[in-house]
């Protein structure tokens, strides 16, 4: 756990290896999965040049390396050099259209879809075909049980358009029908 969710926000966080999952918790203690950083994304902008907390929780999914920039550096160097700022936010508008397809993703009432849309994003995301994430990860991401997910995920892999094996290793064998059938 690298941050709680109502902890001050005083560094930026800037993921150069493995991945950082940002979650919140329900009242009920069940875990929602809103993004996960990946190597050259970061994390504490909107809360940071405020004086802010830290809106989710950020787990580790694997051995992760952190960069740490202070707050208070972060303005100075952002006025010294502003091309950063810049980076920035044209970071942050990747971002705002990332969630903008996140909420499509969760307002299309079509499960099977859903997953689509979300396995292709996450291979976009990561540059890979080779997926680590467990079908409980996909259903806290996208507001589905992990059963509903096996069970579309045994479809798509009847239909050779993915290929599931073992907890955390889905394989999409077919990126244009995953494609087709989520956009």
């Known amino acids: 756990m690298l941050f709680r969710e109502g902890d001050a926000c005083q560094s930026l966080y800037i993921i150069r290896t493995g991945s950082l999952k940002l979650v919140r918790y329900g009242s009920d203690g069940k875990e929602y999965l809103l993004d996960t950083l990946f190597p050259g994304d970061f994390y504490g902008s ?8 830290v809106r989710e929780s950020g787990i580790a999914e694997q051995e992760v390396g952190i960069c740490t920039i202070r707050g208070e550096d972060l303005k100075k ?9 810049v980076k920035m936010m044209l970071y942050l508008n990747s971002k705002l259209e990332q969630y903008r397809l996140q909420l499509e993703m969760l307002s299309t ?25 467990t079908q409980e990860d ?19 892999q009847q239909e050779g358009i993915v ?6 290793k889905i394989a999409i064998l077919d990126l244009g029908l995953l494609k087709r059938r989520a956009f």
């Open 77 to 85: 160097l952002m006025l010294q050099q502003p091309e950063i700022g």
């Open 109 to 133: 009432k079509d499960v099977e879809k859903r997953i689509c849309m979300y396995l292709a994003e996450r291979a976009r995301k990561t540059s890979s075909l080779s997926l680590s994430l």
């Open 138 to 156: 996909i259903g806290n991401a996208i507001h589905l049980t992990k059963e509903t997910v096996n069970r579309k995920l045994a479809i798509l």
């Open 46 to 53: 909107d809360q940071l040049l405020g004086l802010g907390e």
């Open 163 to 168: 290929e599931v094996s073992g907890k955390k």
